[in-house]
């Protein structure tokens, strides 16, 4: 697999004629040509290089995905990098998917802190704040209530720019499976490694739902602040017990089995009803 540097399948295999066995332009493995002189096994392994064409390469939105989604990756990281050992995988990969969980709540927080707590209820209560600026002062003796309805819609808008940046299409997976060819467990193009979309798809909807239960929360904290009543109990602890769900949800099981549509099904309704 080559570098940063543009390097050419052939000189990444070290033969002058190679050829495409899987994949596309976008991306592909490559091997020495049948029948070439300088063999394509080097004591009894296939050779066998990947190259990545223009996959680093991309436009804003991809580049601004990166940014954004860059802590998830290195966690994602983390659980093929764990120690070997059949007893501990279990619950390393439930910890690292617990710590995303975090990650995505503190996305949250870190915006609802600026444009709910800074802007909404403290700048927009005090005359010496919204002094000289015109786009805030409109909202300035309005109710708390409905300046936090406002600006809610801003960290609204940041989960809904990290779920779309998430759920932007994958690369078919069958561009690495090449034609004809019995797939090992042990190749690359194994298309059982790069086909992850049912356990991606799960943890999506599980952060989304998250995330807004985190914003639900926000809300009826500052809304408890000032009139604490039932309703506002009952939703609180309903968004309480959406985080809960979504927690328990990481570490089960079940979560990285495919056919389990019943947990398709349960984190699409957890999705919907907390950004309801």
Known sequence: MHGVSATGPDD???????????????????????????????????????????????????????????PFMLINLAIWMRPAGAGSDPVIKALCRLLALTLTTMYVLSIVGIALDVIAW???????CLAGRSWLSWLGGRPAGLRLAVLALVPAAAISLM?????????????????????????????????????????????VAAAFATLDLSLLGARAAQNLSVGTVALAATAGLLLIMCAVLLCT??????????????VSVLRTIASA
Not at 20 to 25: E, R
Not at 253 to 266: G, I
């Open 122 to 128: 403290k700048c927009m209560s005090s005359p010496e």
């Open 253 to 266: 099981p079940p979560l990285t089995t495919p056919t389990e549509c019943w947990l398709d099904r349960l």
């Open 12 to 70: 990444l295999l070290d033969r002058p004629h190679v050829q495409q066995v899987a994949g596309d332009h976008r991306g592909g493995f490559y091997r020495p040509r049948p029948g070439n002189h300088e063999g394509g096994e080097a004591g009894g392994v296939t050779l066998e290089a990947y190259r990545w064409n223009n996959l680093p390469a991309g436009n804003a939105v991809r580049t601004l995905s990166m940014v954004i989604l860059l």
């Open 163 to 207: 779920w779309g940046l998430s759920a932007r299409p994958a690369l078919p997976s069958h561009v690495f499976r090449a034609a004809g060819q019995p797939l090992a467990a042990n190749r690359l193009t194994a298309v059982g490694r790069w086909d992850n979309e049912p356990l991606v798809g799960r943890l999506r909807s599980i952060h």
